[in-house]
């Protein structure tokens, strides 16, 4: 039985951020991690007076009054897999509606799935961009509360089915950005695919919680620097 509505958190009608061209946007309610630099922690929770219970029908019907507009959806969150049977029901919707067929369907996650799951959405589903957070397990673990095995999982597996269209990373001055750490994600990358798109995104504390408000943000010679030493490493793709 399929689930015909989620809890959704936002829908944003165009976005230029959440994968390439302009982008109708879903972010769903509900998170299986609890990152400490997580930018919308009122995502989090599994339930929340501020989501909004949407069918597909809702949805579809505000695509479409976004399509003279957009090049494609994507769906996000919170953790848009852990409501996988909706993201299936909507991208076949999508793709099976002959105005939305040629949007394109992307997943912003953060890798949590099985891959079970990923085989379910994978013909429906054109790209899949996945946060890794830091590759070191403990580290991850006091970042974001859990272990990041599935994540690793789900790159490898994604890569090696041709779904995955970038890997995030979420950069933070003093927490997971040392060189050391750079250069063994960056072989760790490379050993998964040397030209996976890598994007790295810059720490804000705009809307964080009070543990990591006090974390420096990011800085222009910060991101200089991640992109100078993933590419010295390797990797042909750093965004
Ligand atoms: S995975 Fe994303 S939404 Fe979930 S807690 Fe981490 S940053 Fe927030």
């Not at 989501?51 to 953790?79: C, F, H, K, N, W």
């Not at 852990?82 to 912003?108: P, Y």
């Not at 927490?175 to 050993?191: H, M, V």
């Amino acid at each position: 039985m399929r689930a015909r509505r989620a809890s959704v958190a936002d829908v944003i009608p165009f976005s230029w951020v959440d994968g390439p061209g302009n982008r109708f946007v879903a972010f769903l309610q509900g998170c299986n991690l609890d990152c400490l630099a997580c930018h919308n922690p009122q995502t989090i929770p599994l339930r929340s007076a501020h989501a909004q219970e949407l069918t597909v029908d809702d949805l579809m019907e505000r695509v479409r009054q976004s399509m003279p507009y957009i090049s494609g959806v994507t769906v996000s969150g919170g953790e848009a897999t852990l409501q996988h049977e909706f993201v299936l029901d909507w991208f076949s919707e999508l793709k099976g509606s002959r105005d939305t067929a040629r949007l394109s369907t992307l997943i912003d996650t953060n890798g949590t799935a099985t891959q079970a799951t990923w085989e379910a959405l994978a013909p429906v589903t054109d790209g899949v961009m996945v946060d890794l957070k830091v590759l070191d397990d403990g580290r991850h673990r006091e970042l974001t509360g859990h272990s990041n095995a599935a994540v690793r999982e789900s790159i490898s597996f994604l890569a090696g089915t041709g779904l995955l269209y970038e890997v995030r990373l979420l950069l933070v001055p003093g927490q997971n950005d040392s060189d050391a750490e750079l250069r063994a994600l960056a072989d760790w990358l490379l050993g998964v695919d040397p030209r996976v798109r890598v994007k790295i995104n810059p720490f804000m504390t705009h809307g964080v919680r009070a543990a990591a408000r006090g974390w420096p943000q990011t800085s222009a010679g910060d991101e200089s620097r991640y992109r100078a030493t993933l590419t010295d490493q390797g990797l042909q793709n750093v965004v």
